[in-house]
């Protein structure tokens, strides 16, 4: 076979240098949804699934998942439109056995008819769980208006219709016609893979030939659709779309469908366009659309997935986040947009303005670090299969050549008589008779208005408030290494306390990159939450510079109080944060901007709601921790009505008691970092960080409420066990029942039950107090809520047995694993940063936490983890059963309405989610006590301290 690799080594003397303890592998075949057979949509998506079932000589149907976890690893798997990426990471001592167990896959896979059954339902899950996704759904909507029969109109997704049911009723056989297209399409010659270890190149090459040779090579052109250009091409392109979106939110996405432009990546034209087209400062489309409080965000360009870049077109849009106003001025809106592109047009490509883009990403691309490797392979692999050899590692980032003919041959496309316009709005309910096959996206079609379309044909004068942005003056220019000032320390030390604050410091001594990163804090609610937004918004314009040129910041209303971030190369980075700290000592806001962000504030705390997930989170927070608002409670505040003059109240309040803690960590010395506290004062009374948690009663409780967004089919369940208040002894305890209980969860409620696609175990810290819950999504068109938790009961009580006859050698060699993943050393200096402002953050300042965990874990014996399961699990346990319930036949709910398509939302619900509809158990769950009033439930229950984690 003949298949091309690529073998990534770091010596240990490599600044970047790679983990120690893992190693990391992916595969790109070059194959995807385009090369689905016409009669069974979705097949490649299947196959990705059908290949990790088993394989001729690892016949076990779970084998390569198990093993995985075993010893610290992970894997997964994509789709896309003319390639599928495979990619798993294991730790250093199994790699090679791990890698050929992975390329089984690919020389012989089993793909037993039982698992093609059970599969076919995970695939189904996974359709189900993205219907109400507006991005998937546009997606879908957007390759219906392609050209009949062109690959761009496939359903790729695939699901119990497409694979199962059609099928069936054809009398195709899937599981003949599946591996037919594995052997078409599962070829050497169309794979391209990417290793990363520390082993010598020699060796990874002798391994990787040894092992992938027996992939087979049936010798076949790969397949080419280059010849299938302009997809959209057709009548039906150039219109305006009036969309229903699920959330609640109006968006104009404006799109443009050009010519392929991969052969261009040295000069990456649509990349140079859209920088200046989301250009966020002075002079951009959004600057002049915020003044008009039409819009709140612009996103523009092309994603460089498979949908938006293939071999037959190149997506460019631009997809704008509009304001109540903006909606209902979205001609205009879009008539500054096609204004913008005419100035471009008229100027043509500036080569300062491309230099000055060239720059920033050589800097971003000589002095990055080491990005997530499993991403990196991945990356690598995908390369393969786009660029020339000496461009696998760069083709995708640099700009390498400034060539105006190729940027303005795409600009001179973006015009008003090509574009396809795309409105979502929920006002649009009731006035969109058409229906997308796949995910019911509801619709209508119309042409744009001809007082619009004239003035778009005509001159398009230019605005006197659009023009190029200025020289860029947060680039930076100075990355010389820092000289420590103060002896270099493992942890964070305390280098200020005072009045107004305390400083944590670190200087980077490991990673040595001329970069750093500062972090502080402060309060919270509804007004904080709005106060935020517009701080982020004042701040956007003249803060905008910075982020292009790589100084990232993020303002964030976290529960503990403001956090404000800010990374990139230390040379500027005082001066970014200076500007966002002025903004917060001068804060102030319009009454129209007020408006804008209120309304937006309700919005997102919809969309929040609408989704299964974040419902029950919320659900189970709002029962564990005393005293906290719901989502709910905060989404009626803003329908209450807020004023400008409560917010300027609460700011002001929150200015005067202003007490910041922050980490300083990276290329500074730490006299620079101690400027950081210059603006902050004293705090009158110390404010507790951390909730106090409820006491859950000794016996089974359900909170069971329907689920928020009308028609949607997804629900969740979470089976939560609360262990209380202890240490060091009973995390690692908790971490490692965890790590152990991953893949048989997996196997017993995915793999066997086919309860949904996804079932997962967490180890949860409630401020304090532990637990362990595990998690399944499923929907109400297959299975009732209350047979799901049947069904997680009966996989812990298999758990349990399991744990019981445990061999102390199989024991032993799970505690080494996670020791081994926890020892890992970390590969960028964010990693760490993360980690020790988590201690700053929660006020616990155990910054050897994780060493700590290492020696608990070593010392954990058989015998505790047995008892400790047992004992949380029994009669005495403290059990909390959260049920979010979706729309369908398994909850006795009547056949959706014209409109409800079981995957989106009645826009009948808009703005009706300020309370919760508690639903009573069935007799299946006799044995639960149910919740039908959160508080008062908690309000008889006792209150644990508040504690953390020291000891």
């Known amino acids: 076979s003949t298949i091309n690799y690529s073998t990534i080594n770091y010596s240990t003397e490599c600044k970047l240098s790679s983990d120690a303890g893992k190693r990391w592998s992916a595969l790109c075949i070059a194959v995807g949804s385009f090369s689905d057979p016409d009669d069974l949509p979705g097949l490649a998506h299947f196959l990705e699934h059908m290949v990790f079932m088993g394989s001729v000589k690892y016949p076990s149907e779970n084998g390569f998942d198990a093993f995985l976890k075993k010893h610290g690893g992970s894997d997964n798997a994509s789709t896309d439109c003319e390639r599928t990426i495979f990619q798993f990471d294991v730790q250093r001592k199994h790699f090679k056995e791990a890698l050929d167990r992975w390329a089984q896959f690919f020389i012989c896979p089993l793909m037993i008819k039982d698992a093609i059954e059970r599969e076919v339902e995970a695939v189904d899950s996974e359709y189900q769980l993205a219907k109400p996704s507006d991005s998937h759904r546009k997606e879908m909507l957007f390759g219906s208006l392609a050209k009949p029969n062109h690959p761009m109109s496939k359903f790729c997704w695939g699901n119990a219709q497409t694979l199962k049911t059609e099928p069936k009723n054809k009398k195709i056989n899937v599981y003949e016609r599946l591996r037919e297209f594995w052997k078409r399409h599962y070829s050497a010659h169309y794979m391209t893979l990417a290793v990363q270890s520390k082993e010598k190149l020699d060796t990874l090459e002798q391994w990787v030939r040894e092992i992938f040779s027996e992939v087979p090579n049936n010798g076949l052109p790969k397949p080419d659709f280059s010849d299938l250009l302009d997809p959209f091409d057709t009548p039906v392109f150039n219109k305006l779309y009036r969309v229903v979106p699920v959330r609640k939110v109006h968006a104009l996405t404006i799109t443009w469908a050009l010519p392929p432009q991969e052969k261009h990546y040295r000069v990456k034209p649509l990349h140079y366009i859209a920088w200046l087209i989301g250009h966020e400062g002075a002079g951009s489309i959004l600057s002049l659309l915020r003044k008009k409080c039409w819009a709140v965000a612009l996103f523009g360009g092309n994603s460089e997935t498979g949908f938006d870049q293939n071999s037959t077109y190149s997506i460019f849009s631009i997809s704008i986040t509009l304001t109540d106003e903006g909606f209902h001025n979205f001609y205009q809106v879009a008539h500054l947009v096609f204004q913008y592109l005419r100035m471009l047009q008229t100027l043509g490509p500036q080569q300062r303005i491309y230099e000055e883009i060239q720059k920033i990403e050589e800097n971003e691309f000589h002095y990055q670090e080491q990005t997530d490797p499993i991403e990196y392979v991945e990356d690598v692999c995908e390369n393969m299969q786009l660029f020339p050899k000496e461009d696998f590692l760069t083709g995708d980032q640099l700009m390498f050549e400034f060539k105006p003919e190729v940027i303005s041959a795409a600009l001179n496309l973006l015009i008003p008589d090509k574009a396809n316009l795309l409105l979502l709005s929920p006002e649009h309910e009731g006035k969109c008779p058409l229906k997308e096959k796949w995910f019911g996206t509801q619709y ?350 009966e996989f812990l009580q298999s758990f349990g047995e399991k744990m019981s006859s445990l061999s102390d050698e199989a024991f032993r060699s799970q505690v080494t694993a996670l020791v081994k993943l926890k020892g890992c050393e970390d590969t960028h200096l964010g990693e760490e940063v993360d980690r020790n402002w988590t201690e700053v953050l929660t006020q616990q300042y155990i910054f050897n936490r994780l060493s700590r965990e290492i020696d608990a874990l070593k010392l954990m014996t058989k015998a505790e983890l047995v008892s400790w399961f047992m004992v949380h699990r029994g009669e005495t346990s403290r059990k909390l059963s959260v049920h979010v319930v979706g729309f369908g036949p398994e909850e006795n709910d009547p056949p959706a309405a014209e409109g409800e398509d079981g995957g989106g939302s009645s826009a009948s619900l808009y703005g009706e989610v300020s309370r919760l509809t508690f639903l009573s158990p069935s007799q299946t769950l006799t044995t639960a006590t149910a919740i039908m009033d959160i508080r008062a439930f908690t309000s008889a229950l006792n209150l644990y301290p508040y504690h953390k984690i020291l000891k």
């Open 444 to 793: 209508s079609v119309e042409d744009v208005e001809p007082e619009w379309q004239q003035r778009w044909t005509g001159a398009l004068d230019p605005h006197l408030q659009l023009r190029l942005p200025e020289e860029n003056q947060f680039i930076a220019t100075d990355f010389s290494l820092k000289t420590a000032d103060c002896p270099d320390t493992d942890y964070p030390v305390r280098i200020s306390s005072s009045d107004r604050g305390c400083l944590w410091y670190k200087k980077d001594n490991k990673f040595k990159i001329p970069k750093g990163t500062e972090t502080s804090c402060s309060c919270s609610l509804v007004l904080f939450d709005l106060f935020v937004n517009i701080l982020v918004h004042n701040v956007a314009e003249p803060a905008y510079e910075a982020d292009v040129a790589q100084l990232e910041y993020k303002l964030v209303a976290g529960e503990y109080g403001l956090v404000i971030k800010v990374k990139g190369f230390n040379h500027k980075l005082p001066l970014l944060f200076n500007l966002i700290v002025d903004h917060l000592a001068d804060f102030s806001t319009a009454p129209d901007v007020f408006a804008m962000f209120a309304e937006q504030l309700k919005k997102t705390y919809f969309n929040i709601l609408i989704k299964p997930e974040k419902l029950g989170k919320d659900v189970r927070l709002l029962v564990l921790e005393h005293a906290r608002w719901s989502m709910i409670q905060k989404y009626q505040a803003v329908v209450d009505g807020l004023s400008v003059d409560e917010l300027m109240e609460f700011v002001n309040s929150f200015k005067r008691e202003l007490f910041a803690e922050g980490l300083v960590q990276g290329n500074f010395t730490s006299m620079e970092s101690v400027q950081f506290l210059q603006y902050f004062q004293k705090l009158s009374v110390e404010v507790p960080v951390l909730f106090r948690v409820v006491e859950l009663p000794q016996k089974h409780h359900l909170c069971k409420v329907k689920s928020l967004n009308k028609g949607d089919a997804n629900s969740e369940v979470t089976v939560y066990y609360q262990v209380t208040t202890l240490h060091f002894n009973t995390q690692t305890i908790l971490m490692y029942g965890g790590m152990h209980m991953e893949e048989p969860c997996f196997d017993f409620l995915r793999t066997k039950e086919t309860l949904g696609y996804h079932v997962y175990p967490t180890c949860r810290n409630t401020s304090g107090v532990l637990g362990f819950s595990v998690t399944v999504e499923t929907q109400a068109t297959k299975f009732n809520t209350e047979l799901v938790e049947l069904k997680i009961e």
